[in-house]
């Protein structure tokens, strides 16, 4: 069972394969539907409020041949005291794996030592690894021209700006994310939003 709570929770090797995967399986979107996920429930947990987050999860379980689950958390027991725990176990009963979207970092690791599925980070206000590597595989497509066995590769060594709010999750991604990689991140913003 593994986790996707950080950017190095992954080898390099591990997202040069996802990478090759999912440039695989952008080319054959609309085609025949992939069966990875296939006689497999995904429970999708958001805390915050989300549109591209949301769909782009619940839209891609279901192409992988799942059944995305959505919950929203303001509707379920751990909105009026359950503890993250008992939500975990009693969700890893029923789940293949969980997809969260939070405010506390904490909660993402809580629910992964708690339960027995995998757990993906879909946005903390720590960290937002999925968001990083989509635009990781958005560079890597254009730097490694198109090769997808060249995507993580095409990486190592670039120099990548990230410009803006420079205390929020994208820039810890970007941090912890480049390091990684081998990329070598740039930030820039206003006084008063350091990482």
């Given at each position: 069972m593994r986790h996707f709570l950080k950017e190095t929770d992954l080898s390099l090797a591990e997202i040069q394969s996802i990478f090759a995967q999912?440039?695989?399986?952008?080319?054959?979107?609309?085609?025949?539907?992939?069966?990875?996920?296939?006689?497999?429930?995904?429970?999708?947990?958001?805390?915050?409020?989300?549109?591209?987050?949301?769909?782009?999860?619940?839209?891609?379980?279901?192409?992988?041949?799942?059944?995305?689950v959505m919950l929203n958390a303001d509707d379920m027991q751990i909105s009026r005291g359950e503890t993250v725990a008992d939500t975990a176990k009693v969700l890893s009963r029923y789940l293949h794996g969980m997809v969260i979207r939070c405010h506390e970092h904490k909660l993402l690791e809580d629910f992964a030592q708690s339960g027995t599925m995998p757990v993906v980070n879909?946005?903390?206000?720590?960290?937002?690894?999925?968001?990083?590597?989509?635009?990781?595989?958005?560079?890597?497509?254009r730097w490694s021209k198109g090769k997808p066995e060249n995507f993580a590769s095409s990486l190592k060594g670039r120099k990548v700006a990230f410009?803006?709010?420079?205390?929020?999750?994208?820039?810890?991604?970007?941090?912890?994310?480049?390091?990684?990689l081998g990329v070598e991140i740039a930030l820039a913003g206003p006084a008063g939003y350091e990482p």
């Open positions: 999912a440039a695989l399986l952008k080319s054959q979107r609309g085609q025949a539907k992939s069966q990875d996920l296939a006689q497999q429930s995904w429970g999708l947990l958001f805390f915050k409020k989300s549109t591209r987050t949301r769909v782009s999860f619940q839209v891609g379980v279901h192409e992988l041949g799942g059944q995305p879909a946005l903390s206000d720590f960290l937002h690894p999925c968001q990083f590597m989509t635009d990781m595989f958005t560079l890597a497509e410009l803006g709010d420079t205390a929020c999750n994208m820039a810890n991604s970007f941090i912890l994310g480049g390091a990684a």
